[in-house]
């Protein structure tokens, strides 16, 4: 009986992970590569050697603890990108303010709330985080207006990410990995997560798609 109305007393915070959790659920042609930012303005290639399949995807979960953390999306083949990243790496050095509002956020939603909502109650627990996250929200909503055209995103980009946030503050949380997803990276995924790891994940990276080869082709 305690259990569940634990569980009942928690089941907004639930439901906000669940949603958060389907947020950073990404599914990806199989000819393509998805590349998670490191530290340094380095990238990390995410490319499974038996992927998670449904229908022609291949889902990836990837960062979803770390939401400061943005995730890049590109295609496995392609010309040299060294111009490209050079761009991009404007575009990730301008996003420092909203790593930092997506890891409050996230602390918000799954720390302080569940911990509120142990302590005082559900109700007055929400009402409790309801300021600091719509504070949040409108902070976001604001400064992708200011810095839509450091950010590389178009009008309508930039209007619909600023919606989000005004309208559901708990997206936030998830903001760096829906601004880099926004970034078009057209060259090889493989060379940009080459110029961008070290000699030893390189080499893993390249086991990988030898693998992969050798299971496509028999």
Request: charge should be positive; aromatic fraction near 6%; proline fraction near 5%.
């Amino acid at each position: 009986m305690l259990g569940r109305f634990l569980a009942f007393e928690q089941a907004i915070w639930i439901v906000a992970a669940a949603l958060y959790v389907l947020d950073v659920v990404r599914a990806i042609a199989p000819d393509q590569i998805l590349l998670e930012e490191r530290p340094g303005l380095k990238l990390r290639a995410v490319l499974a050697r038996r992927p998670f399949e449904w229908g022609r995807r291949h889902l990836y979960l990837v960062g979803i603890l770390a939401p400061h953390r943005g995730v890049l999306l590109a295609s496995q083949c392609g010309a040299e990108v060294e111009a490209e990243l050079q761009a991009l790496d404007q575009v990730r050095s301008s996003m420092g303010s909203f790593r930092a509002m997506a890891v409050a956020m996230f602390v918000l939603l799954f720390v302080a709330g569940p911990i509120a909502t142990q302590n005082i109650g559900a109700a007055a627990s929400i009402l409790w985080i309801a300021a600091p996250a719509y504070g949040l929200g409108a902070a976001s909503a604001l400064l992708i207006g200011l810095r839509r055209r450091r950010l590389a995103l178009s009008p309508a980009q930039a209007g619909t990410l600023a919606l989000e946030c005004l309208l559901c503050p708990p997206y936030v949380a998830n903001l760096p990995k829906k601004i880099c997803a926004l970034q078009q990276l057209r060259g090889s995924g493989i060379a940009a997560a080459k110029a961008r790891m070290g000699p030893q994940e390189s080499a893993l990276l390249e086991e990988t798609l030898r693998f992969r080869a050798k299971e496509e082709h028999g």
